[in-house]
């Protein structure tokens, strides 16, 4: 985990801003809490997981100083499990999961933070918006007014070698950028969520201030 605050850092410096600019949210998917509690002691103070199972099994017993997002593709009949238990979701991707998400934040009288989640890279292997459905998306949703949009999400391709990757990263910081311009109804583009073990520090040279490491911080998975 060091060696990544490293990176980070050095990124942060280049670029003339604080490390607290990139939130590191370590990703516990099949992570014991023992291990998610050690990692909390050491400074984490988010944690990701997939599943909503997970969350669910975990959060009375993971330290409450840790804010928890929801990363993974979210199943409609879920989000009343974590609507009140998550900081963020990372994965909206349509619009019947956005009804969902307002009808049960409207029954707990909270906002909710998400992210939209796009498929950069139009992987059939992968959920998301494709690059040019993002705004008339966001548009189409803007009446729900306990979903606050706070940027975009991306999961690229993994590659050996993660130069491949940059212009996935690169693609999704422009319309980030446009969107942020555009300037749209409950949307505050704040968040890029991208990059993991194996590319987040191109991830961090393209922009991403939200970055999701489970390797690199709890080693392989068993």
Same mark, same amino acid.
């Given at each position: ?6 990176i ?21 998917? !099949?992570?014991a809490v ?11 103070? *988010?944690?990701?997981e ?6 669910? #099994? ?22 009343? *499990?974590?609507?009140d238990?998550?900081h963020?979701? *990372?994965?909206?991707?349509? %619009? @019947?999961l ?35 459905e993002?705004?008339p998306?966001?548009? @189409? ?22 130069e ?15 969107? #942020? ?6 949307t505050?583009m ?6 993991? !073990? ?11 201030? %939200?970055?999701?490491?489970? !390797? ?7």
């Amino acid at each position: 985990m060091e060696n990544i605050r490293e990176i980070i850092v050095k990124n942060t410096a280049q670029k003339g801003l604080s490390s607290d600019y990139i939130n590191l949210v370590a990703v516990t998917k !099949t992570i014991a809490v023992d291990k998610i509690n050690e990692a909390i002691s050491l400074g984490v103070t *988010h944690i990701g997981e997939n599943r909503v199972q997970e969350i669910q #099994k975990k959060y009375e017993l993971v330290n409450k100083e840790a804010k928890w997002h929801m990363i993974g593709h979210l199943q409609t009949n879920k989000v009343k *499990h974590i609507i009140d238990k998550v900081h963020m979701i *990372h994965s909206l991707d349509r %619009i @019947s999961l956005a009804k969902e998400i307002q009808k049960r934040a409207e029954e707990k009288d909270i906002d909710i933070s998400v992210l939209v989640q796009v498929n950069i890279a139009e992987e059939d292997s992968k959920f998301g918006l494709k690059k040019e459905e993002v705004i008339p998306f966001i548009k @189409s949703i803007g009446e729900l007014d306990r979903i606050k949009i706070k940027g975009l999400m991306t999961i690229a391709p993994y590659v050996e070698e993660p130069e491949e990757v940059r212009c996935v990263f690169r693609d999704l910081k422009i319309l980030f950028e446009c969107i #942020k311009e555009i300037g749209l109804k409950n949307t505050d583009m704040k968040y890029l969520s991208m990059g993991m !073990t194996n590319d987040f520090e191109i991830a961090l040279e393209e922009g991403a201030n %939200i970055i999701r490491i489970g !390797t690199g911080i709890f080693g392989k998975r068993e």
